[in-house]
Every structure is written in C-alpha cells, then in structure tokens.
C-alpha cells in the first residue's frame, strides 16, 4: 500500500513537470503570434496632411469645400494620437489666427486607422470621427462631424 502511494506521487510529479515543460515550450512557441495580437505591422508616426472634403452639410456655404490639416501622429503598438492645426480651407492659405487646432485619438486594426477627434474652433468645439484605409503611406475614407453635421471623404499623405 505504502508503495503504491509512493509511486503515485512520483506519477503525479513526472506529469506536473513535463506538463510545465510543454506550457513552457507553447508559450516560448508562440510568443510572436501572441506579441502580434498586441502591436501593429504598420506605423503612422510622423507628419501627415490630411483633407476632408464637404460632401454633406446643413450650412450649404460648406459644400463642397475642403478643410486641410497639417497633423503629427504618435503610435504606440496599435494606439494612435495625433496633434495638428487647420492649415488651408478650399485651397487657401489660411492667416495664423484661423489655424484651429485638431487632436485626434484612435487605433489601427485590420489595415484600416479608427479615429475620433476635437476640432476646437473660434465660436466652438466640435466633434467627429472618421475611419480610413491605410496603404504605402496613404489614408483614404470618410468621415462625419458635428460641424454643420457634414460628411464627406477623408483622405491623407505621410509629408515626412
């Protein structure tokens, strides 16, 4: 009897060791599939212009117009910020004054860049989101916002 409890825990041992060993070796395995669940295979970091062009809007002075800005964006992994300020509207320079600051926050996920952000106008601050496909260093997609509730396409080109 006594030697039968022996060899039982001595079964018990060999099986909790050699399964440590093969949780061990699966992690170690696939330690890269797992760190890619958690960063991105692309990085937008750097400076980027991005174009909203007025598709839709409840202030028909809007339509049609195109409001671009000069942005910085920071990744980490899959997270994106970004920091920039309304630099033309309708392909006019706009004077210092009128350089409304945008901040953006968003992730990247399956090709494509989710993004919210605060446009922090003169008279108000207003916000939107917009979600683009990202490919050699361009983004392409749409948007929508509080402003004037407009919609359009977004669209965007690394500068540096």
């Known amino acids: 009897m006594i030697k039968k409890k022996k060899k039982k825990k001595v ?3 060999i099986v909790a060791v050699i399964s440590f ?11 890269n599939d797992v760190k890619n669940i958690f960063s991105s295979k692309v990085d937008i970091t750097g ?6 062009h007025i598709q839709e809007t409840s202030y028909n002075a809007y339509n049609n117009k195109t409001a ?13 910020k970004g920091e920039g300020e309304k630099w033309r509207f309708n392909n006019k ?6 350089h409304d600051p945008l901040i953006v926050t968003g992730k990247y996920k399956n ?15 207003t916000k939107g989101s917009f979600v683009v496909a990202y490919e050699n260093d361009e983004m392409n997609g749409y948007f929508s916002g ?4 407009s919609k ?8 540096k």
């Not at 060993?21 to 330690?31: A, G, H, K, R």
């Not at 320079?93 to 009128?98: A, K, R």
């Not at 494509?112 to 601050?125: P, Q």
């Not at 359009?152 to 500068?159: D, E, I």
Request: contains cysteine; charged residues 25%.
């Open 11 to 13: 079964i018990t041992k």
């Open 21 to 31: 060993i093969v949780l061990l070796t699966t992690l170690i395995l696939n330690f």
């Open 47 to 52: 400076e980027w212009t991005l174009n909203f």
């Open 68 to 80: 671009e800005y000069k942005m910085h964006f920071i990744q980490s992994n899959k997270q994106i």
């Open 93 to 98: 320079e706009l004077p210092f004054n009128e």
């Open 111 to 125: 090709d494509s860049i989710y993004c919210t952000y605060v446009l922090k106008g003169v008279r108000r601050e």
């Open 146 to 149: 509080t402003a004037a509730n």
């Open 152 to 159: 359009g396409k977004v669209s965007g080109k690394r500068v």
